[in-house]
């Protein structure tokens, strides 16, 4: 028998840290964005006008996962609605149920939402990456009675790393690797190029140092790279989101969750790729290469020495956001485009918002 326990606030959370952190490893395809490190983060800069929902599922004396939920409210053409949804933040990011068993950790999730008092609007279940959830989502929808509306909600680019580099490298076509070994020749005719990949293993084994020259190179290129730019802001440039990426990148470190690659030539700093790294799955929240000419390439040589030595530390994936497309196509080994399940509570002015389909904010994340 499955037993639901809701947890509504931050300090009930805390005795569960080792058992999350356990059943995250545990997780087929995790991300740092499923860690309770993050939901700590996302929770003190986003929830204040909102509601924290974590379903801990219990089997017996053990816990069978972790559905981590918020509550947030989201503008509509029929005044505010209340939605609960993943903490998702970032077009590269997945979601789902934490631990080994996520089709009955997220039927009995659903269930005790089906059944509790309800103090939401819209369930809104995002960020889902298809080839790991196989349809578990929208059919545990309908099981408990919560049909949903199916919609794509982000596209992010992966790179499936089963096999040591060779292998890799052998199966990418001769035209890349001609771009690669030009890149490299052409870079290294202007300086000393270094590579410096940066993923600490946090205050448990102490190396919790935040390197923040490391940090402030990657912000630097951003910066430059989006000046004169008519196209969205990237997170590390965005002031309001990249304050947010910098007060987390001490406590990614301590977490062991960082992952930093930057590239320099004679010690100036000219690409690079920041994100965040677990049990061997890295996510990338930003890309770049310093836009002057003569550091043309340097994209494509980062590229793969990170790859290279993603191999060679026995990752299986890294994924990259859809923005960042250009930069990493002859890599990638699959195009992911997420899914996103929307219910709306059977209410008049919900199911007027359903029909209209003018949920703001309820879309693509």
């Known amino acids: 028998m499955l037993r639901v326990e809701q947890i509504n606030s931050l300090a009930q959370l805390q005795p569960h840290r080792l058992?999350?952190?356990k059943l995250l490893g545990e997780t087929r395809s995790p991300s740092f964005f499923q860690s309770q490190t993050w939901l700590e983060a996302y929770w003190h800069a986003f929830g204040r006008d909102g509601r924290l929902c974590v379903l801990i599922v219990h089997a017996g004396g053990e816990v069978l996962g972790i559905v981590p939920l918020v509550t947030c409210n989201r503008r509509t053409r029929l005044g505010n609605c209340r939605v609960l949804?993943?903490?998702?933040?970032?077009?590269?990011?997945?979601?789902?149920?934490?631990?080994?068993n996520p089709t009955?950790?997220?039927l009995a999730a659903l269930r005790h939402l089906q059944q509790a008092p309800r103090d939401w609007d819209v369930l809104e279940l995002a960020a889902i990456d298809p080839t790991v959830d196989c349809g578990r989502t929208e059919h545990a929808l309908r099981r408990v009675g919560l049909p949903a509306r199916r919609s794509t909600a982000n596209l992010a680019?992966?790179?499936?790393?089963?096999a040591d580099w060779q292998p890799y490298w052998a199966s990418r076509s001769e035209r890349c690797r001609q771009t690669v070994r030009r890149a490299e020749s052409k870079l290294s005719a202007t300086g000393n190029v270094q590579y410096v990949h940066y993923r600490p293993g946090g205050t448990a084994q102490d190396e919790?140092?935040?390197?923040?020259?490391l940090f402030n190179a990657c912000q630097s290129i951003s910066r430059q790279t989006q000046a004169g730019s008519q196209g969205s802001i990237s997170p590390?440039?965005?002031?309001?989101?990249?304050a947010f990426f910098r007060d987390l990148h001490p406590v990614a470190v301590a977490a062991g969750a960082a992952d930093l690659h930057l590239l320099l030539v004679d010690e100036s700093p000219v690409a690079f790729v920041y994100g965040y790294s677990v049990h061997g799955h890295a996510v990338a929240l930003e890309s770049a290469a310093h836009p002057a000419v003569q550091y043309q390439g340097a994209g494509t040589v980062l590229m793969a020495r990170l790859l290279e030595r993603c191999c060679q530390q026995g990752d299986r994936r890294y994924t990259f956001p859809v923005r960042s497309l250009r930069r990493v196509?002859?890599?990638?080994?699959?195009l992911v485009a997420g899914e996103q399940?929307?219910?709306c509570a059977r209410t008049p002015r919900m199911q007027l918002l359903r029909f209209t389909h003018s949920l703001v904010g309820v879309g693509p994340v």
């Open 19 to 21: 058992r999350w952190r």
């Open 85 to 100: 949804s993943y903490p998702v933040l970032g077009s590269a990011t997945f979601f789902g149920p934490i631990g080994p």
């Open 104 to 106: 009955a950790c997220l």
């Open 157 to 162: 680019a992966v790179v499936r790393l089963d």
């Open 208 to 213: 919790d140092d935040p390197r923040w020259d």
């Open 236 to 242: 590390l440039a965005n002031p309001i989101a990249g």
């Open 329 to 334: 196509r002859r890599w990638l080994t699959d």
């Open 341 to 343: 399940y929307t219910y």
